[in-house]
């Protein structure tokens, strides 16, 4: 289960800290129910296999999953009009200063008409949870040589580290040992170590996570685990010590005070606002629409981006043996089929197959006469990027290498609709 474990706490750091769901999110009954009838037919006919360096592999999957159906979402909120001009010209939003308040327009465009500018004004930003250990001189010895653990608990699980001291360790290499240790594990920690002038070193210990719940003590906590020797560890580790606690951000909404466990949070499902700074003295930050030509620039960019964050995937993954090189063929092959017509309206490929936005030539297309003809070609490349993000979000496990153990008798197999979890990339363990 600790691998398990793992992989969902590494979807929820990723991608599941600091974001907001949006209506592309939900779904009806009869289409989660489509989903899921997809999956099984799919692994129907599928072969049984195995998979190598499963934590690697889980990972892979679940951000091919999650940038797969980022694009769908995409996809969607410009869809809806053969007329390209008309999709495009989705509410952006804006903010009048992007430094202390940042605004993204999540809303629905035919139910948002009434959707006025309003006013933020920051008065703290959200903060994580810091433990800072005790500062113990680098190159000595403090802790004996032994086998030590220790209890790590969260809000929502208990841990046991374990780590040894051999003889000659310094205080920084198992300050060091101790940081790879948490921070690999991925639940929601980072841990590095630090020093100061005097040549000491000290763990350094902060969640991912920020804001505490009302009555919500700590985000994370120490303990020593069993022997005596653990617990004089800890002691003379420090790193039970909180430093910082979490907070809350504080802010004011059109002068009046609100409060949020992140930096980043939605307004009546319309705004999606991610503070960064605090306010000057009454000057809050104004947020609002944006004009027309400016909306279709960034939702066109927004196209681009959500292509390009697919395409970083697998090339940040290409050297891996575990990995293919599929991902990088069927949707960077959308691009290189339509390279030309993209050029055409400012939208160029470079030598790895993202897309580069000229901002001129694609400003003097959305500002042409003949606009809706010109950037017709999205209609065409969205459909086709839209399919093979479909494929993606159903089947991430298609992108892996894996060895075959059996080829299912066509035509003669039973639905195995548990084994459909596989397919989702979010329920694998180093045993299958």
Partial sequence: MAAIDSIYNYYLTTYGANRTSTRYDAHKKSELRNIYNSMVKLNKDAPLYKLKNTREVAKFAIDIKEGAQNIRNVVASISGSEDIMTSLQKKSAISSHSDIVDARYIGDDAEDEKASDFQVEVRSLAKPQINIGNFLRSSQQSLPPDSYAFDL??????????????EGDSNYMVQNRLANLISNANIGLTASVIEDSAGRSALRIESLSTGRHSGQEYLFRFGAAGSANSGEALEILGIDQISQEAENSSFLLNGNPYSSYSNTFSINNVFELELKGISP????????????????????QNLADAYNSVLNIANRNSASRYLSSKLQHQIGGVAMYYREELEEIGLELDENNRLAIQEDTLADTIEAPDASERLSILNDFK????????????????????????????GRNFVAPYASS?????MLDRYC
Avoid at 153 to 161: L, P, V
Avoid at 391 to 401: E, G, M
Avoid at 422 to 426: A, L, N, P, T, W
């Fill in 422 to 426: 596989i397919y989702s990339g979010m």
């Fill in 153 to 166: 608990t969260t809000s929502t699980s208990s841990y046991e580290f374990q780590f040894s001291v051999n």
């Fill in 383 to 410: 459909r086709s990027l839209d399919s093979k993000a479909s494929i993606a979000v159903l089947n991430p496990l298609d992108y892996v290498n894996k060895v075959v153990v059996v080829y299912k008798n066509p």
């Fill in 281 to 300: 003295e009454d000057t809050p930050a104004t947020v609002g629409f944006k004009a027309n030509a400016q909306a279709v620039m960034e939702n066109i």
